[in-house]
């Protein structure tokens, strides 16, 4: 198994979206370079069969020097699919990365950053729900 963590620092691209930076078995994902993934691309690929998430690198114009990487869901693990390789990241360490996400979504609310009250809620009420799917599958009942 691979490991997952995720920097409680959230942080904008160019055109304001919303990013937050991830290290695979400890070190930055995909590269030094990565600005960090798109957090709807994220929550988005948890319990699908397969889906693309977005990684902003470089010059932090997605278009120019982003990265994509597919995902799967199984019971056992999320499958990344990079360079040729899967990374096999337990939903333990999915749980605990979107729980902090969560954590530093909230805490914007309180400092703005730019989005509005109600973007945030909205937000937050989907991160939340991916959450539970994540319980889900680490419980086992999610056999999908
Ligand atoms: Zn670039």
Known sequence: MDSLRVNADL?????????????VNGK???DQDSWGVD???FFDAINSQKKTMRFVR???DFDCC????????STNCW?????????????SDVERAVAEV?????QLSDDGFGFGPQYLEERLKYFRH??????AFFSGENKS
């Open 79 to 91: 499958e990344w699919e990079f360079e040729r390789r899967t990374l096999q990241i337990p939903w």
């Open 39 to 41: 957090l709807e691309t």
């Open 58 to 60: 470089g010059c932090g």
């Open 130 to 135: 991916k959450l539970g799917e994540v319980q």
């Open 11 to 23: 942080q904008k691209d160019l055109f304001g979206v919303l990013l937050i930076e991830v290290q």
């Open 102 to 106: 969560i954590t530093s979504v909230e």
């Open 28 to 30: 930055d994902f995909p």
């Open 66 to 73: 982003g990265v994509e990487v597919s995902a799967r869901s």
